[in-house]
């Protein structure tokens, strides 16, 4: 199960049920799709057939809902 978090002009960003750590978000979209790590928003993946352009709208809206999406994280992880 992955739940959409929200949806960003026509990307869903998801939190994966019984994911891996660190805390990420997948972002799908347009065939395509990209996960970032919400602790040192960096991405997870060398290659992605986003545009750079798409890439950093991506991360800007990350930043903006970064809080959001670790408390999404956090609802569906277990903290140890």
Known sequence: MSPVI???ESLKFKINVNDHN???VHVEG???GVRINLLTLVFMDDKTDFSQGTLDRIMTEVKKRRDELIEEWEKYHEKN
Do not use: L, W
Request: charged share 0%; proline share 22%.
């Open 22 to 24: 660190p805390p990420h």
């Open 6 to 8: 929200f949806v960003f």
């Open 30 to 32: 347009c065939g395509t």
